[in-house]
């Protein structure tokens, strides 16, 4: 299992290059820089209105099974 020391670590991210991989996917293209600025702005607020539920249920999950 791996240790988890350092503090600063990233758990979860999302690069540009993923979110221009999934507009081609949904799109066909990738997206403009104004596109680019909307959907990051969305990915954030999105992320977190819903980002306190993910902790809850993921340190439960966790708590629960050790």
């Not at 993923?18 to 999105?46: P, S």
Request: negative net charge; charged residues 25%; hydrophobic residues 35%.
């Amino acid at each position: 299992m791996k240790k988890y020391s350092d503090s600063n670590e990233a758990i979860f991210s999302i690069s540009v290059e993923d979110l221009q991989h999934q507009a081609i996917n949904i799109t066909g293209r990738k997206l403009t820089d104004k596109e680019l600025h909307i959907a990051v702005k969305g990915i954030n607020e999105g992320l977190s209105f819903g980002i306190d539920t993910v902790f809850e249920t993921a340190i439960e999950e966790a708590t629960e099974s050790s």
